[in-house]
Nanobody, 123 residues
Framework: VQLQASGGGLVKAGNSLRLSCTAS????????VGWFRQAPGKGREFVAA????????FLSDSVKDRFTISRDVAKNMVYLQMDNLKPEDTGEYYC?????????????????WGKGTQVTVSS
């Protein structure tokens, strides 16, 4: 399954962005979906994940007070609402999908990835 992320951009600190993730076909609706980011020179970091039905979100400690993950099952979309952005949120953001939410939360063994979308937060 090829996932596609969109919605990145250049914003000033304190502003907001909403990222979107989708994929064609019905398989996407069966996947738990997560967001990861990678800053220049750093490793990939788990940001958020949500179960296939949108009932249970998970957020990393570094973003839990500022980011929200949600899912519109009817539209086949997963969103990452990012508020109060900080320069340290800068990076390439990827969405990923797997039938096991644990794979997304651990960042290991994920079977479906999309191309990233760049988020740049200026101070």
């Amino acid at each position: 399954v090829q996932l596609q992320a969109s919605g990145g951009g250049l914003v000033k600190a304190g502003n907001s962005l909403r990222l979107s993730c989708t994929a064609s076909g019905r398989t996407f609706s069966t996947l738990a979906v997560g967001w990861f980011r990678q800053a220049p020179g750093k490793g990939r970091e788990f940001v958020a994940a949500i179960t296939w039905d949108g009932s249970t979100p998970f957020l990393s400690d570094s973003v839990k007070d500022r980011f929200t993950i949600s899912r519109d099952v009817a539209k086949n979309m997963v969103y990452l609402q990012m508020d109060n952005l900080k320069p340290e949120d800068t990076g390439e953001y990827y969405c990923a999908g797997d039938w096991a939410i644990g794979a997304l939360r651990s960042g290991s063994g994920i079977r479906n990835w999309g191309k990233g979308t760049q988020v740049t937060v200026s101070s």
